[in-house]
């Protein structure tokens, strides 16, 4: 099969997850990248029945309104029984690195309301150790060089690291949905990410970075050659 069969698989498997909410007026969490655009997709036989969705960028906003589906603002949500989105990376404890796609602070946002984290990825992203994807951190214009700096103290323990400022195919630079750019960080090992994500959180300038250690996934839809594993 191919990643994007791969994909396909998993995207189908994640709507199973959605069902028992159907019709019950729940907000849904719906991520960002190619796999959630699968799962957007897949949604849109069941639009009329599904009671809202809380979107993660404004590229699934735009694909959920496509297929009629309605899409709130999270200020108007309190509870989101369950969040679907996809992964850079993610290790056998359920740690992630995300933010491929730049919507990583939404991301970690929405993560943090949902109950249930539901990671639907390829096999190619299930790995021993995170950090051969580059570690996407999103940071407020202005601090760039700076955060850059800081990030690069990180060669104490991972001589290889290489702070990579993201830009477009054009030459410009990359933007969020928060008018934010992205440093993506090359070259780490990160043995403990929960340490090193807290470690992170405290540089003054970083908006929000791409390890989801501390809201892990609570549920893995892994597609591979033999069917979609369910890991918890
Ligand atoms: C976007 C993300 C995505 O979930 C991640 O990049 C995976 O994308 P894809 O499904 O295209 O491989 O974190 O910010």
Redesign the pocket.
């Known amino acids: 099969m191919t990643q994007d069969e791969l994909?396909q698989a998993v995207a189908l498997a994640a709507v199973e997850t959605i069902k028992p909410y159907l019709g019950t007026g729940a907000a849904l969490g719906i991520?960002?990248?190619?796999?959630?655009d699968l799962f957007i997709d897949a949604l849109a036989p069941y639009a009329r029945e599904i009671g809202g969705t809380v979107a993660s960028s404004e590229r699934s906003a735009i694909r959920l309104k496509k297929h009629g589906i309605e899409v709130l603002d999270l200020n108007s949500v309190r509870d989101i029984p369950v969040y679907v989105?996809?992964?850079?990376e993610i290790d056998h404890g359920m740690h992630m690195i995300?933010?491929?796609?730049?919507?990583?602070t939404r991301?970690k946002i929405v993560a943090a309301v949902a109950d249930r984290f539901v990671c639907i990825a390829d096999e190619s992203k299930l790995v021993n150790t995170l950090g051969k994807f580059p570690l996407p951190v999103e940071v407020i214009p202005l601090a760039r060089s700076y955060v850059a700096r800081q990030l690069m103290k990180l060669a104490a323990e991972h001589p290889m690291v290489e702070v990579n400022w993201r830009l477009k195919p054009d030459g410009s630079a990359f933007m969020t949905d928060n008018g934010c750019v992205i440093l993506d960080v090359k070259g780490l090992s990160i043995a403990d990410p929960v340490e090193l994500e807290g470690r992170l959180n405290q540089i003054p300038g970083i908006v929000t970075h791409g390890i989801f250690a501390r809201r892990p996934a609570d549920v893995l839809l892994l597609g591979t050659s033999t069917g979609v594993r369910t890991i918890t």
């Open positions: 994909k991520g960002t990248g190619s796999t959630a989105d996809g992964a850079d995300k933010g491929g796609g730049g919507a990583q991301e």
